[in-house]
């Protein structure tokens, strides 16, 4: 069921994507180790997380902010392509799974650069 509330940010593809990747990275963190909670997994949730919650806090801003706010997200999406990395390594996911990671923190990048670029170039 769709929310009757709407605001603007929600329109934004990239941050549609990030909420997607969000809950992959959620489901796939709930078959880690025990002992990973407070290391890996809670890492990985948190920067997976990050990038969603940096676009929807930045857009509220101008678009120096919000350039700044993208920037955040893409680190926090970087932090998730070594995170997705350590995972596979220490075979909690698999290399299908994390072909699958990257290549939607590749896309994810490349629309955030995109919407930096546009940010950018409407100032001047």
């Known amino acids: 069921m769709e929310s009757k509330y709407h605001f603007n940010f929600e329109e934004l593809k990239v941050y549609q994507k990030a909420i997607e990747f ?14 990973e909670s407070y290391r890996l997994s809670s890492q990985f949730a948190r920067a ?32 998730c392509v070594a995170a997705t990395t350590k995972a596979r390594l220490r075979n909690y996911i698999t290399f299908e799974q994390s072909e699958v990671n990257r290549s939607l923190l590749v896309e994810i990048n490349k629309m955030l650069s995109a919407l930096m670029k546009y940010l950018k170039n409407k100032k001047t």
């Open 48 to 79: 997976a997380d990050s990038i969603a919650f940096d676009i929807a806090e930045g857009s509220s801003n101008s678009d120096v902010s919000f350039l700044n706010y993208l920037r955040i997200a893409r680190g926090s999406a970087l932090e």
């Open 22 to 35: 969000g809950e992959l990275v959620h489901g796939q963190i709930n078959h880690f180790p025990n002992y």
